[in-house]
């Protein structure tokens, strides 16, 4: 079974991950012929001859992630049609890389929001987008049907990948709850909605060792209740 640090295999001519395996063996190794970058911080890969495209975003919800939506579909799309392969990536290939991977197949696979997530999310099950970006992934299925698939309701919890397909999560921040459970199923709308699952859940998994080992320079945002990982 393949880890979150690992590159996933979205369509035949599109992939998906985080930024530790975008090495120069493994864009030879794929026939790579561009990297998306979803970051403003990581580097650009150390490869003479693939090409290069950089989206200068934060993993926050109130980010306009959706100003990207059709340049890098339409640069993933250009990639396929000339026979190459496409490598999206963010820091942890949760949020950012995985919201434009979803906007491309929206416009270019003729899927809707729901089916793009669910496809996106069968092949890499850490996929979250945060709630702003989903909301934004939410009208550009409108403007480009006119409807949206997913239930798009007002409040807080419904802007949300995870409420919208009934994946509820309840997580407390390691300081308050270390040894709980990781995750516990829940069907109420109000809990919270659990982007660090993948973090927290290596680390409840064994106590002893430092939280910070698994944070991988993933410094914790907290909104009210609910504390998020910057992916």
């Known amino acids: 079974m393949t880890g979150i640090f690992d590159i996933q295999q979205v369509m035949p001519y599109l992939y998906l991950s985080a930024a530790t395996p975008v090495t120069a063996a493994n864009i030879d190794r794929l026939r790579i012929a561009l990297v998306i970058n979803a970051s403003r911080d990581l580097q650009a890969p150390d490869h003479p001859t693939v090409g290069y495209l950089q989206v200068k975003v934060d993993d926050l919800p109130y980010e306009r992630i959706d100003e990207f939506f059709d340049m890098v579909a339409m640069r993933i799309e250009t990639t396929r049609r000339q026979g190459g392969k496409a490598l999206v990536h963010c820091r942890a290939g949760v949020s950012r890389s995985a919201s434009l991977v979803i906007a491309h197949l929206m416009k270019y696979e003729g899927m809707t929001l729901s089916k793009a997530y669910n496809h996106v999310k069968d092949r890499r099950r850490w996929v979250a987008p945060n709630e702003?970006?989903?909301?934004?992934?939410?009208?550009?299925?409108?403007?480009?049907?006119g409807r949206t698939s997913v239930n798009s309701g007002d409040d807080d919890a419904a802007a949300t990948p995870d409420y919208c397909f009934g994946r509820y999560h309840?997580?407390?921040?390691?300081?308050?709850?270390p040894h709980r459970s990781s995750i516990n199923r829940s069907t109420s709308p109000t809990c919270m909605l659990s982007r660090e699952a993948p973090v927290l859940a290596a680390y409840r998994s064994s106590p002893s060792i430092p939280y910070s080992s698994y944070n991988r320079d993933l410094s914790p945002i907290r909104t009210g209740r609910r504390m998020y990982m910057r992916y």
Do not use: D, N
């Open 170 to 177: 309840t997580v407390a921040p390691p300081s308050e709850s």
């Open 132 to 145: 702003g970006f989903w909301k934004q992934l939410i009208q550009y299925e409108r403007k480009l049907y």
